[in-house]
């Protein structure tokens, strides 16, 4: 490529500086370089702007708005106009990656010029306009070699980009997308690859016969790379494994987050108009009811929420169908109206929870903490609950059909009229449960722990209580019809009137 398609691709006016091999004026020559050196400085401020600009949306990126990626929009400074959060951080990695590119690309053409022109002893950066990687190839001595000024190029036109990128993964990584968090370490790689390439070729081109300062650079290029790779390994392990919630933490601080933080949140698809939600008060229902009536339905099925802190939130008309709670603190939480069919909860904290009518088909609360949760008239049918802590919890009127509950503790919980057809309650702890009119029909009850329950009127008909402990336990007007009692221990129990 000749030098006049160089200015052509960098911006330069004037371009016929050399026809074959001859020599044009050296007044042209600088003339070309100065409005080209002022292109480069031109699109390295636009392109640090940029960066600025990037950064400082991506810093504003709160936790509600990655939760609600549909209805909360980024709003961008200055242009006062919103835009998708999924867009924000879908494009703006690639976006800076080309731009990145193309500023590589005419700082090298231009660099192909100017470095054989700066040999010349009489030519001085300082007769061209202001540009950084101008002074970077002249040495303390006045002379054609490395400065200090390459580190602060390398600082401009290759950390700051990556810096970028890698602040654009971290404010992202909450929102928990396994694709999307890859794709950005992906760009960010790429990134560093580009510029470790071009600044090699930049030592190539400029030091071709300096053995001794060619392997200084060398080595201060092997060393930035080195640098940017082991924080890009330091991303994976954060990404692709579970971060455990713990009392210190290097990684859970002000500055980012790993996990979503929305405690004390209420959690709706659309704010409604206070003039709305006053006139449905003032018919007598509360506020979360009246939220319900007017909002839509919250769209999180199928999200990965591992983890994420929902501590004393209000959920409204949510659908949570096969999402991901995973070891999610949702303490004194309220699910109005919530839906959470096939929903992964195992090991979630959900103490004094509110999900009464909620539909938790097929859901997985295995190892799950439900400490006095209210579950009234909730479906949780086909359930897996193995192993769940629901000590004093409210399941009146609950729906526990084949549900798997062995090894839960439901001591002084409260299921009357719960319904527990063929429900798994092998080694299960009902230590005073009230299960008043609770429906038992063929569950197994097999080994399982009911000293002090109350069962009164309760249908136990093929049940199979094998082993199981009814030390004074209230079984007035319960059905046993085909029950198997054989080794169960029955002593101080209330058969009174029991068929």
């Known amino acids: ?58 810093a504003a990126t ?33 976006i800076i990656f080309l731009f990145h590119i193309n500023l590589f690309i005419n700082l090298y053409l231009y660099a192909r010029e100017y470095i054989p022109w700066l040999e010349d002893e009489k030519n001085k950066p300082s007769y061209l306009t202001t540009l950084f990687f101008n002074y970077s190839f002249i040495n303390n001595n006045g002379k054609l070699g490395f400065s200090g000024y390459f580190l602060l190029t390398i600082i401009l036109y290759s950390f700051l980009p990556f810096v970028t990128l890698a602040w654009i993964t971290l404010m992202f990584l909450p929102y928990r997308s396994e694709g999307l968090t890859l794709y950005h370490e992906i760009i960010i790689i ?19 016969k300096r053995q001794p300062e060619i392997l200084l650079i060398n080595i201060n290029i ?7 790779f082991i924080f890009i390994l330091c991303l994976y392990p954060i990404n692709l494994f579970p971060y455990q919630r713990t009392e210190h933490s290097w990684f859970d601080n002000k500055i980012f987050n790993r996990n979503l933080k929305v405690a004390n949140k209420t959690i709706v698809e659309k704010e409604s108009r206070d003039a709305s939600i006053n006139y449905n008060l003032s018919k007598g229902t509360n506020r979360e009811e009246a939220l319900a009536n007017l909002s839509e339905r919250l769209d999180l099925r199928k999200r990965n929420l591992s983890y994420a802190d929902f501590s004393n939130s209000k959920f409204i008309n949510a659908n949570l169908d096969n999402a991901i709670l995973t070891g999610a603190l949702l303490d004194n939480a309220t699910f109005q109206r919530a839906s959470l069919r096939s929903a992964n909860l195992d090991n979630a904290s959900l103490r004094d929870v509110l999900l009464d009518n909620a539909s938790l088909q097929k859901a997985s609360l295995q190892g799950a903490d439900l400490y006095g949760a209210s579950l009234q008239g909730t479906d949780l049918s086909w359930a897996s609950l193995q192993g769940a802590d629901l000590w004093n919890a409210k399941l009146q009127g609950a729906n526990l059909l084949e549900a798997s509950l ?94």
Request: glycine share 6%; hydrophobic share 50%; charged share 15%.
């Open 1 to 58: 490529m000749k030098f006049k398609r160089l200015f052509y691709l960098t911006g330069a006016k004037s371009g016929a500086l050399r026809k074959g091999t001859s020599v044009v004026d050296p007044k042209t020559i600088k003339e070309s370089l100065d409005e080209s050196s002022s292109y480069n400085r031109k699109q390295l401020i636009f392109f640090l702007l940029l960066l600025a600009y990037v950064f400082t949306v991506a």
């Open 406 to 499: 062995q090894g839960a503790d439901l001591s002084w919980a409260s299921l009357q009229g719960a319904s527990l057809y063929v429900a798994s309650l092998q080694r299960v702890s009902l230590h005073e449960a009230t299960l008043q009119g609770a429906f038992l029909y063929w569950a197994n009850l097999q080994g399982a722990d009911l000293s002090r329950a109350n069962l009164q009127g309760a249908d136990l008909s093929g049940a199979n209580l094998q082993g199981a402990d009814l030390f004074a336990a209230n079984l007035q007007g319960a059905d046993l019809f085909a029950a198997n009692l054989q080794g169960a221990f029955l002593y101080r129990a209330n058969l009174y009137c029991t068929p």
């Open 222 to 228: 092997l060393i930035i790379t080195t640098l940017y």
């Open 190 to 208: 790429l990134d560093a690859l580009v510029s470790a390439i071009f600044f090699w070729i930049i030592n190539k081109l400029l030091l071709q």
């Open 62 to 94: 709160t936790d509600i708005q990655l939760l609600l990626t549909d209805t909360r929009k980024i709003t961008l400074p200055f242009l006062s106009a919103e835009i998708p959060i999924l867009f924000f951080y879908r494009f703006t990695p690639i």
